[in-house]
């Protein structure tokens, strides 16, 4: 037993094989001064006791990507501004090679070997360069170990190392390290034989397996030349299966049924072997914990996104005014904003759904608003924008679970602001070079294990074994693992590699060496099983694709003579699933598809229409618009009603919607009541005017560079639709006396409103009521000749129940039943009304509707009134969409505000439901 202040430390490839080391030597009573660790540890351990400082690993991938982005002639140097990050890691990788061949006292630059290609000499001795450039700037690791080398003060702790030759696999600067350690500790630490007899019994990791058994001489000759085969016997079993889920369900279900007929089998005792991807850590917890199987050994963290950098990109976007409506959504939502979570959501929403941009400085706290004044600050300038990062990256919210993303989000903020000290202080910032330096990619949080005695032991591939077991599941047994496939560097390719290795005699990572190395591992974990071993093999990828199976099944195939009992079967193969003796197979059952109960009407048993309805959120008053809506679908109605509509998270885009909203802007300031009609050479210069001033207030992200030919476009288009609306203004005597009335009334009860564009007096012909429409005269025109303009009525009717003194001041003293009403077409510069053209106008773009516009439409919505009183709501038809357009004309774009609407929709009965 060892007993003191020197440490006899045994080196393990990783923290699995650590922790089984550790167990091991605590159950042959190791001693307080023996212990099994990983080279971090190892390193950790060794950096205290030589007293060696570095600086936090943020500051070398600082530096580096400094030293990336000042080298302009380097081959990374087209690529590090459009993806610094990423550039920045694989020459990190590359680094790694390079200072991994070569010895700790290697002076840089050093010449690229001779006898290479251009290609791979040029990246060696631009790689050679950067490395003088950094100096001292070095991996953590790599500056630890220069560290240590170069103290010459005596260690607080002697640390004696024990490591076997490729367990782990260790290069020139770990065996420098090595050998400094067992140096200072000196002959006086007499080695242990303890740690001496665990490492070489790790190392060769002896087969377990009975002997004689199939299993047993694959773990002695898997990947041997040679190998004889061996008769099947079921110990050794290759199933195929759809996916990764069915992988799961397949081996939870065979570990139920072994334990339910070994009740001396320990849970611990059979073994999952995963891929180390989200993908199977999630599927398998969530197949597990539902089949009452606790895990041990599972991670219960993956990678995550990018919080840190993602808030920084989003902040930046949100700068680069107009602050795009997603991104200002987004960073809402955003886990390290000071508001919370609950509040960010409820932010995003409201933005996503056009009713806010900024919320009241008042309702917020101090930190909160002073985001919110950041974000809608009209500071435009390069010190500006770099006082606002610093102060941003202070105001994040803090948290054990975010310190990973904050502290990700100040790298960030410190690595721009050295960018804008670089440029013009008082110039505008580069926003698009910028945010190349922000680019979110995926946090690899650090590995959390949930270990226990009892569980079902959990190992990832790539990893070493921590725990016997007797019955192994291999899962994820496809192309591209067991072993994991090949790693691909755009900086050296695999031929590249082979070459530096060949003529240079260096020590670099080929696919060779790769491979055999992953294949060892992965014959270690085999060793470590007793009884049996099933390798899944998905035929599906998560995203459908094909899978082939792994490569090592080749190997599998010549070891095992499938004379007797088949090597490889099939889920889905009712005879192979027979000879999974542990396969729990579920009873006979008729497969019904779930159905939908589908009713041409559904009872609510309320008055739709109580304006005190619960939980009512809609708007208070109807319009023409939401009449339509409730024409075309009930139930789109009523979803707006109780504000259930869903909102889209959807990028700003220069749809019908805004385009109307944008031309109905420009007209009601181009033709005013009370003034003269603009001159024919006024109205281009206007258009453009008040379109930018539309622009700014309803649509500001158009005002941007990517929104440029869109903008001309639509100048363009007004420009031709005003000139042509002052032409027949001019030709009918016109005179403008009101523009933007609001009228007020009930139909049948329920409240109304409207907005009248513009108010037309005509000599002779009295008042028109005129809506500016984006569309084609033969919209209109088709839902007019059959009775469906819900406008034209409401808009009488309201007028009608208005007070004199309440009413637009160029409609007191008319009777509303003289009032016409006409929409003039902006797309192809028509006006269609329910009257003929005044006498003697003979304007040829008047088009005068005789039938009665709106008989069919009124009765309609006096149906739809009544039912919604009693509670009930009549569902949409398969193939309304055609049917309703068909035969009233409207556009039932109501019918799309919600996949609801659809999925409720009756089936069709004949052709003319």
């Known amino acids: 037993m060892v007993l003191s202040n020197d440490l006899h430390f045994v080196l393990l490839p990783d923290p699995p094989s650590a922790r089984r080391g550790r167990r091991y030597l605590a159950e042959r009573g190791g001693g307080v001064g023996l212990v099994a660790g990983s080279w971090m540890e190892l390193l950790e351990l060794a950096r205290r006791a030589y007293g060696v400082d570095l600086p936090p690993e943020s500051a070398w991938r600082e530096r580096l990507l400094q030293a990336l982005l000042a080298d302009d002639a380097a081959f990374w140097a087209q690529s590090v501004h459009a993806a610094p990050e990423e550039v920045a890691r694989v020459v990190e990788q590359a680094l790694r090679w390079m200072l991994a061949a070569h010895s700790p006292d290697t002076v840089w630059p050093q010449p690229a070997p001779e006898g290479l290609a251009s290609r791979v000499t040029r990246h060696f001795n631009e790689l050679s360069q950067l490395l003088a450039d950094l100096g001292e700037f070095l991996p953590v690791d790599y ?172 902040f930046l976007s949100c700068r680069d005014a107009p602050a795009p409506r997603m991104a200002l959504a987004a960073l809402y939502a955003s886990p390290l904003m000071p508001w919370g979570a609950a509040r960010g959501r409820d932010l995003a929403q409201s933005v996503m759904a056009g009713r806010l941009r900024y919320p009241e400085l008042a309702e917020l706290d101090v930190k909160s608003a002073e985001v919110v004044r950041m974000l809608s600050s009209a500071e435009r300038t390069n010190g500006g924008l770099a006082g606002m990062l610093e102060r941003f990256v202070a105001l994040l919210a803090p948290g054990d679970y975010q310190a990973v993303h904050i502290e990700r989000a100040r790298e960030t903020a410190n ?40 569980g079902i032991t959990v190992s990832l591939e790539g990893y070493e074994p921590w725990r016997g077991v007797r019955h192994l599941f291999v899962l994820g047994f496809s192309q591209t693992h067991y072993p994991v496939e090949v790693p691909q560097s755009p900086v050296f390719h695999p031929e590249e590699l082979a070459a530096l290795e060949r003529v240079g005699g260096l020590d670099m990572p080929t696919p060779r060496v790769f491979v055999e190395q992953h294949r060892r591992r992965f014959l270690r974990h085999l060793r470590l099983c007793r009884d049996t071993l099933t390798c899944l093999m998905p035929r599906l990828s998560r995203t459908g694709e094909t899978l082939s199976p792994s490569a090592s099944l080749d190997f599998l195939k ?52 109580d304006p005190s309805l619960p939980g009512r959120r809609g708007p208070k008053n109807e319009t023409p618009t939401s009449a339509e809506t409730l024409i075309v679908s009930p139930l789109a109605w009523t979803l707006r009603r109780l504000g259930a509509l869903p909102i889209l998270w959807e990028a700003e885009g220069l749809a019908g919607r805004e385009r109307g909203t944008l031309a109905h802007a420009v007209f009601d300031r181009l033709f005013r009541p009370g003034l003269a009609l603009p001159t024919a050479s006024e109205i281009p210069d206007l258009v453009r005017l008040y379109l930018t001033a539309a622009i700014g207030a309803e649509a500001p992200f158009i005002a941007s560079d990517h929104w440029e030919v869109e903008r001309r476009h639509m100048v363009t288009e007004l420009t031709r639709a005003a000139l ?8 009918l005597g016109a005179t403008v006396v009101g523009a933007e009335a609001r009228l007020r009334g009930e139909f049948d009860g329920v409240p109304m409103l409207g907005d009248a564009d513009c108010l037309l007096a005509l000599p002779g012909a ?81 088009t005068g509707v005789e039938e009665d516009v709106s008989a069919a439409a009124i009765q309609a919505l006096l149906e739809r009134f009544d039912a919604l009183r009693s509670g009930t709501l009549a569902m949409n038809v398969e193939g309304d969409a055609e049917a309703i357009e068909r035969a009233t004309g409207i556009k039932p774009y109501a019918l799309g505000a919600s996949p609801l609407i659809e999925l409720f929709s009756q089936p069709a009965q004949t052709e003319d439901a």
């Open 143 to 314: 500056r630890s170990i220069r560290g240590v080398l170069a103290s010459t003060l005596p260690p607080s702790r002697r640390i004696r190392v024990y490591a076997m030759d490729a367990y782990p696999e260790i290069d020139g600067w770990q065996r420098a390290l090595i050998a400094r350690l067992n140096a200072d500790a000196g002959e006086s630490m007499s080695p242990s034989a303890l740690a001496v007899m665990m490492l070489s019994e790790f190392a060769g990791a002896p087969a377990l397996a009975e002997e004689g058994s199939a299993l047993a001489h694959v773990q002695r000759s898997l990947y041997h030349p040679g190998a004889q085969a061996a008769p099947s016997d079921g110990s050794v079993r290759c199933v195929g299966v759809r996916d990764s889920r069915e992988e799961a369900e397949v081996a939870a279900g065979m570990a139920q049924r072994l334990l339910s007929v070994n009740p001396l089998l320990k849970r611990s005792e059979i073994g999952l072997l995963l891929p180390p991807l989200g993908e199977y850590v999630e599927v398998v917890r969530e197949v597990f914990s539902d089949a009452g199987l606790p895990l041990s050994g599972l991670p219960r963290a993956t990678d995550a996104r990018d919080l840190g950098r993602e808030a920084l990109s989003l």
């Open 415 to 454: 690595m721009l602001i050295s960018a804008l000290g670089d440029a013009d202080e008082f110039a505008a910032p580069d926003f698009p070079a910028l945010q190349a330096l922000t680019r979110p990619g995926v946090v690899a949080l650090e590995a959390d294990y949930d270990y226990n005695l009892e």
């Open 558 to 609: 010549d070891l095992i003579d499938p004379a007797g009992e088949p090597l490889v079967l099939d889920i889905d193969a009712a005879e192979d699933r027979a000879r999974l003796a542990m396969l729990p197979l579920a009873g006979a059952a008729e497969v019904r598809a779930p159905v939908l109960a589908r009713e041409s009407f559904v009872s609510l048993g309320v008055d739709l229409l």
């Open 724 to 731: 042509a609306w002052r032409r027949m203004l001019e030709s």
């Open 766 to 846: 009295g008042v028109f009521v005129v809506d500016y429409k984006r569309s084609r005269q033969r919209s209109w025109e088709d839902r007019m000749t059959r009775g469906y303009d819900i406008q034209t009525p409401l808009y009488r009717r309201l007028l009608g129940q208005m007070a004199e003194a309440d009413r637009p001041e160029g409609l007191r003293g008319i009777d509303p039943g003289a009032v016409g009403v006409a929409y003039y077409t902006l797309e192809d510069e028509r006006l269609i009304s329910d009257r003929p053209a005044p006498p003697g106008s003979n304007l040829a773009e008047w």
